[in-house]
């Protein structure tokens, strides 16, 4: 059942919920609360309480990455110097990255390669390991990186599949890559459609064989997709532009119960697949996501069907006209936490209505609303927040892929920001340094460990540290 605009109004009449429709860009600028307000250095707040964060990041005399004190990291995969148990260099390129509990005590986790095209233009690939590829043209993949105290193992996942970005784990242990692209077969050297979400199951090796697509969640753009564990829907994120991207929702067929491999079995068109569309209290329809301009801003959510999930024709975004339903630019990486889903709209520039330099987003599906939790206003110290996780200290940490200098950084629940990380490895030159972006935050099952992948040329990391619970700020 839809929620109509009437019970949305009078919903946010009854809880006070801030309800806004965007202004100019001026008043991104201007607007009380619009603007992620930062903590640099966890200093006394003006009560004398200890501020939120861990204090100001001390340089990394390695030349990799710079830690508040008391913390430490330690390199576990490094792409082209580590080796897989087959003997070929580890793939470049690291992205999605998540963690699950292994046996007698490891952490097993599955890493994205954010490779796209021909194998050729990758010194590095992700390996075409027998019974484990879907397409030997295509480059990209994911790795299952097996982490004790005194050793590391790592072995291919999945080969032959494009673009894989952020993915997300599921409640009964796998993990969904996602093909961020929508390359067809003949297309950049491809020998089959790409554009799909692959399931990976870091525990059992033999159920990765024979890679089969997961038509039934759509071809296009795929960046992240979390798992409601208790209403079963799965929701999806499209980074793409022209135009720009929509948020999905996978809802199962009746009697359909998730589980390991259940995801194959199904039929390419079972289930049904959603974009959203939203709206303000006052019943105006909300054509882009950029137009909230402050924190606090709710948005109800309706569900439009999806006419062509395959895109046979026409790209699934491209299905729709611009006031069927609610696009953003650059819709990244989602984490399921609090009930509901955290999802990341990069930036938004001049092909956007406003423009910002991040949001991060709350979907409740019981209430189905929409509620902006951070926005990073233009020229901020942080910007383009691009994959995220929910700590289990409080709030989120996110890890930035925006211009400059990369970090990663948390938010509270009251959306104020802090450094936890920065990129200190230079790939550019002396004098023109660059410094590639951060991916893959998650942390281990016993939340002792902070793991996050600097993406070129491809390194996992593992930090740890004197974490405590944040302030909600």
Same mark, same amino acid.
């Not at 759509?218 to 948020?247: I, S, W």
């Not at 801003?297 to 069907?305: E, L, Q, R, S």
């Not at 729709?320 to 990069?346: C, I, N, P």
């Not at 990380?421 to 002396?430: H, P």
């Given at each position: 059942?839809?929620?109509?605009?009437?019970?949305?109004?009078?919903?946010?009449?009854?809880?006070?919920?801030?309800?806004?429709? /965007?202004?100019?860009?001026?008043?991104?600028?201007?607007?009380?609360?619009?603007?992620?307000?930062?903590?640099?250095?966890?200093?006394? #707040?003006?009560?004398?309480?200890?501020?939120? &964060?861990?204090?100001?990041?001390?340089?990394?005399?390695?030349?990799?990455?710079?830690?508040?004190?008391?913390?430490?990291?330690?390199?576990?995969?490094?792409? &082209?110097?580590?080796?897989? =148990?087959?003997?070929?260099?580890?793939?470049?390129?690291?992205?999605? +990255?998540?963690?699950?509990?292994?046996?007698?005590?490891?952490?097993? $986790?599955?890493?994205?390669?954010?490779?796209?095209?021909?194998?050729?233009?990758?010194?590095?690939?992700?390996?075409?390991?027998?019974? $484990?590829?879907?397409?030997?043209?295509?480059?990209?993949?994911?790795?299952?990186?097996?982490?004790?105290?005194?050793?590391?193992?790592?072995?291919?996942?999945? %080969?032959?599949?494009?673009?894989?970005?952020?993915?997300?784990?599921?409640?009964?242990?796998?993990?969904?890559?996602?093909?961020?692209?929508?390359?067809?077969?003949?297309?950049?050297?491809?020998?089959?459609?790409?554009?799909?979400?692959?399931?990976?199951?870091?525990?059992?090796?033999?159920?990765?064989?024979?890679?089969?697509?997961?038509?039934?969640?759509?071809?296009? /753009?795929?960046?992240?997709?979390?798992? @409601?564990?208790?209403?079963?829907?799965?929701?999806?994120?499209?980074?793409?532009?022209?135009?720009?991207?929509?948020?999905?929702?996978?809802?199962?067929?009746?009697?359909?119960?998730?589980?390991?491999?259940?995801?194959?079995?199904?039929?390419?068109?079972?289930?049904?697949?959603?974009?959203?569309?939203?709206?303000?209290?006052?019943?105006?329809?909300?054509?882009?996501?950029?137009?909230?301009?402050?924190?606090?801003?709710?948005?109800?959510?309706?569900?439009?069907?999806?006419?062509?999930?395959?895109? %046979?024709?026409?790209?699934?975004?491209?299905?729709?006209? @611009?006031?069927?339903?609610?696009?953003?630019?650059?819709?990244?990486?989602?984490?399921? &936490?609090?009930?509901?889903?955290?999802?990341?709209?990069?930036?938004?520039?001049?092909?956007?209505?406003?423009?910002? #330099?991040?949001?991060?987003?709350?979907?409740?599906?019981?209430?189905?609303?929409?509620?902006?939790?951070? $926005?990073?206003?233009?020229?901020?110290?942080?910007?383009?927040?691009?994959?995220?996780?929910?700590?289990?200290?409080?709030?989120?940490?996110?890890?930035?892929?925006?211009?400059?200098?990369?970090?990663?950084?948390?938010?509270?629940? &009251?959306?104020?920001?802090?450094?936890?990380?920065?990129? =200190?490895?230079?790939?550019?030159?002396?004098?023109?340094?660059?410094?590639? =972006?951060?991916?893959?935050?998650?942390?281990?099952?016993? !939340?002792? +460990?902070?793991?996050?992948?600097?993406?070129?040329? !491809?390194?996992?990391?593992?930090? +740890?540290?004197?974490?405590?619970?944040?302030?909600?700020?």
């Amino acid at each position: 059942m839809s929620l109509t605009r009437r019970d949305f109004a009078r919903t946010t009449a009854v809880t006070g919920a801030g309800v806004v429709l /965007a202004g100019s860009v001026d008043a991104l600028a201007t607007a009380p609360q619009a603007l992620a307000a930062t903590d640099l250095d966890g200093a006394q #707040d003006a009560h004398g309480h200890p501020g939120i &964060g861990y204090g100001p990041l001390l340089p990394d005399p390695d030349g990799i990455l710079a830690l508040p004190a008391g913390f430490s990291y330690r390199v576990v995969t490094y792409s &082209g110097r580590t080796r897989l =148990e087959s003997g070929e260099p580890t793939p470049s390129n690291h992205d999605g +990255t998540a963690a699950f509990a292994g046996p007698r005590g490891a952490v097993l $986790l599955v890493n994205n390669h954010e490779l796209k095209g021909p194998r050729a233009s990758w010194a590095h690939p992700v390996p075409l390991a027998e019974g $484990l590829v879907y397409d030997p043209a295509a480059s990209g993949g994911c790795t299952v990186v097996e982490v004790r105290r005194d050793h590391v193992a790592e072995w291919v996942g999945i %080969a032959g599949t494009s673009t894989n970005c952020a993915g997300g784990s599921t409640p009964w242990g796998t993990w969904l890559t996602c093909e961020e692209t929508e390359d067809r077969a003949g297309q950049n050297g491809m020998t089959k459609d790409h554009g799909y979400v692959f399931e990976v199951d870091p525990a059992d090796r033999r159920a990765n064989r024979s890679p089969k697509p997961l038509k039934a969640l759509g071809r296009y /753009a795929h960046e992240a997709v979390v798992a @409601d564990p208790k209403r079963g829907h799965l929701f999806l994120t499209e980074d793409a532009a022209g135009p720009n991207g929509l948020f999905y929702r996978w809802t199962p067929p009746e009697g359909f119960h998730h589980g390991r491999g259940r995801l194959r079995t199904l039929a390419d068109d079972a289930g049904v697949l959603q974009a959203f569309r939203c709206f303000d209290s006052g019943g105006r329809f909300v054509d882009d996501l950029s137009r909230a301009t402050r924190t606090g801003t709710v948005y109800g959510v309706d569900w439009v069907d999806v006419p062509d999930r395959d895109a %046979a024709t026409v790209p699934v975004r491209q299905q729709f006209t @611009d006031d069927q339903v609610t696009r953003a630019r650059k819709l990244e990486g989602m984490w399921w &936490g609090d009930g509901g889903v955290y999802v990341v709209s990069s930036y938004a520039r001049e092909e956007s209505p406003v423009q910002h #330099d991040g949001q991060v987003w709350f979907y409740d599906p019981r209430r189905r609303t929409l509620t902006l939790k951070v $926005l990073l206003g233009t020229g901020g110290t942080f910007d383009g927040p691009d994959n995220i996780t929910v700590s289990p200290y409080g709030g989120l940490v996110i890890a930035e892929d925006g211009e400059g200098v990369q970090h990663l950084f948390g938010a509270t629940d &009251g959306g104020r920001t802090y450094p936890i990380a920065r990129n =200190e490895l230079n790939i550019g030159t002396e004098s023109a340094p660059e410094y590639s =972006e951060f991916t893959g935050v998650t942390f281990s099952p016993d !939340g002792h +460990t902070l793991f996050a992948n600097i993406q070129e040329p !491809g390194i996992m990391l593992a930090i +740890t540290g004197p974490w405590k619970r944040q302030r909600r700020g």
